[in-house]
């Protein structure tokens, strides 16, 4: 079993996010909503959690490689089949409860917007790939941190359509290369109907991982290697540092980097950033500046995430540290997606001396991660939190995560 994350106090202020709600009070808080505001009781609770990623940031999309874990942080989504082509959805954000009522096939690219794309995409996604789905209703609760860049769209669409495939027989949920068929519906309604251009790191953390494990991505053909991530046995922990600084996906920012990587594989030559053997020839080639940059973070990062888990394999995880501060280094000069916020946490972690940190997620805001030993982790959550308040920054928030498991039915 992964241990319950747990907050971390930072200068005498208690962390806001708090602990990962477990199975039996998130699977409750669903039931409730769902009876509250649709009626009756659903036909079960299934749950999908965020992600955090290791290392190997905007990789995915370049056919690279990435390490992420399943956070203990997950949506619960409470959920009911119908006999016609009705659907219900209800969704609770803080105090705030939002629904929407129509037939299946108003869900559509450019039908829905905002959260109905990610909550009711999915079941888009499903039909386009073939799968014969009618009418559904359901209620989602989540204690994923929102905005943060831990995945929480990824754990609304897994959430969902691990549900559909049990409410219609899919078959999609036991197997590896089911899980992977929902992998793909998850990433289509997130980029075709949300309009997010994300790659499918986030949907295949939240659908295929493991409990105690890391999880080693090819997204290349999108094979994985589960990768025993045992902090506890080192003495180390993982501190998520959520800035608060808001994180998005669709302001044009992530993109145009998307864009740029795949006019620089075209002007070289390659299939995708993936490809290409020699960085050095690579960079000559390319006469613009911002462009060889991003070039250049892509193919380091690669060889990173293989340096990284080599040592996991050989037992050196307390090494790992040097390859998570270049990775952030990479991405703050070379592909841009930092924040004031994000290096201001960075810096003072490794100050207060955490073995490395960088930035996770998509970049623009969200979160950092460090990692650093067991004694002193309450000492590096204090240093970023007064190294926030000595810039005038809104006051972090820090939680502990180990591995969790992959999404599931929990009732």
């Given at each position: 079993?992964s241990?319950?994350?747990?907050?971390?106090?930072?200068?005498?202020?208690?962390?806001?996010?708090?602990?990962?709600w477990?199975?039996e009070?998130?699977?409750?808080r669903?039931?409730?909503l769902?009876?509250?505001?649709i009626?009756?009781?659903?036909?079960?609770?299934?749950?999908?959690?965020?992600?955090?990623?290791?290392?190997g940031?905007h990789?995915?999309?370049?056919?690279?490689?990435?390490?992420?874990?399943?956070?203990?942080h997950?949506?619960?989504?409470?959920?009911?089949?119908?006999?016609?082509?009705?659907?219900?959805?209800v969704?609770?954000?803080?105090?705030?409860?939002?629904?929407?009522?129509?037939?299946?096939?108003?869900?559509?690219?450019?039908?829905v917007?905002?959260?109905?794309?990610?909550?009711?995409?999915?079941?888009?996604?499903?039909?386009?790939?073939?799968?014969?789905l009618?009418g559904?209703?359901?209620?989602?609760?989540?204690?994923?941190?929102?905005?943060?860049?831990?995945?929480?769209s990824a754990?609304?669409?897994?959430?969902?359509?691990?549900?559909?495939?049990?409410?219609?027989?899919?078959?999609?949920?036991d197997?590896?290369?089911?899980?992977?068929?929902?992998?793909?519906?998850?990433?289509a309604?997130e980029?075709?109907?949300?309009?997010?251009?994300?790659?499918?790191?986030?949907?295949?953390?939240?659908?295929?991982?493991?409990?105690?494990?890391?999880l080693l991505?090819d997204?290349?053909d999108?094979?994985?290697?589960?990768?025993?991530?045992?902090l506890?046995?080192?003495?180390?922990?993982?501190?998520?540092?959520?800035?608060?600084?808001?994180?998005?996906?669709?302001d044009?920012?992530?993109?145009?980097?998307?864009?740029?990587?795949?006019?620089?594989?075209?002007?070289?030559?390659?299939?995708?950033?993936?490809?290409?053997?020699?960085?050095?020839a690579?960079?000559?080639?390319?006469?613009?500046?911002?462009?060889?940059?991003r070039?250049?973070?892509?193919?380091?990062?690669?060889d990173?995430?293989?340096?990284?888990?080599?040592?996991?394999?050989?037992?050196?995880?307390?090494?790992?540290?040097?390859?998570?501060?270049?990775?952030?280094?990479?991405?703050?000069?070379?592909?841009?997606?930092?924040?004031?916020?994000?290096?201001?946490?960075?810096?003072?972690?490794?100050?207060?001396?955490?073995?490395?940190?960088?930035?996770?997620?998509?970049?623009?805001?969200?979160?950092?991660?460090?990692?650093?030993?067991r004694?002193?982790?309450?000492?590096?959550?204090?240093?970023?939190?007064?190294?926030?308040?000595?810039?005038?920054?809104?006051?972090?928030?820090?939680?502990?995560?180990?591995?969790?498991?992959?999404?599931l039915?929990?009732?």
């Amino acid at each position: 079993m992964s241990q319950t994350p747990h907050a971390v106090v930072a200068d005498h202020q208690s962390a806001t996010i708090g602990t990962a709600w477990s199975a039996e009070e998130g699977a409750a808080r669903a039931r409730r909503l769902f009876a509250e505001h649709i009626g009756g009781g659903p036909d079960g609770v299934w749950a999908a959690p965020g992600r955090v990623n290791i290392i190997g940031e905007h990789t995915d999309y370049n056919n690279g490689f990435c390490l992420p874990i399943a956070l203990p942080h997950r949506t619960y989504v409470a959920a009911r089949r119908r006999d016609d082509d009705k659907v219900v959805l209800v969704s609770q954000l803080d105090d705030s409860v939002l629904t929407w009522e129509g037939a299946l096939d108003e869900i559509a690219p450019g039908a829905v917007t905002g959260w109905k794309a990610y909550t009711g995409g999915v079941a888009w996604a499903l039909r386009q790939a073939g799968h014969d789905l009618g009418g559904f209703e359901a209620a989602l609760v989540t204690c994923v941190p929102l905005g943060a860049g831990l995945s929480s769209s990824a754990a609304v669409e897994c959430g969902v359509g691990l549900a559909l495939a049990d409410l219609y027989d899919l078959g999609l949920t036991d197997s590896d290369p089911g899980r992977t068929d929902l992998v793909n519906a998850a990433r289509a309604a997130e980029n075709e109907v949300a309009k997010a251009p994300t790659g499918g790191l986030d949907q295949t953390a939240s659908l295929r991982t493991i409990e105690g494990h890391a999880l080693l991505i090819d997204c290349d053909d999108w094979s994985v290697r589960q990768v025993p991530f045992n902090l506890h046995a080192a003495d180390l922990e993982l501190l998520v540092i959520d800035t608060r600084a808001p994180h998005r996906l669709v302001d044009g920012q992530y993109e145009s980097r998307r864009r740029a990587c795949e006019d620089a594989a075209r002007i070289l030559g390659v299939g995708s950033l993936r490809d290409i053997g020699d960085l050095g020839a690579a960079v000559a080639a390319l006469d613009d500046e911002e462009m060889a940059n991003r070039v250049r973070h892509v193919v380091t990062e690669n060889d990173r995430v293989t340096q990284f888990v080599k040592l996991l394999d050989t037992g050196r995880i307390r090494e790992v540290g040097a390859l998570l501060d270049a990775s952030h280094d990479s991405l703050r000069d070379g592909y841009e997606v930092t924040c004031p916020e994000l290096d201001t946490a960075v810096d003072a972690a490794r100050a207060a001396g955490a073995l490395g940190a960088r930035m996770t997620g998509g970049g623009f805001g969200g979160c950092a991660i460090a990692l650093v030993n067991r004694d002193s982790c309450n000492e590096v959550a204090t240093q970023v939190a007064n190294s926030f308040r000595n810039a005038g920054f809104v006051h972090p928030e820090f939680y502990v995560v180990t591995p969790g498991p992959a999404a599931l039915r929990v009732q």
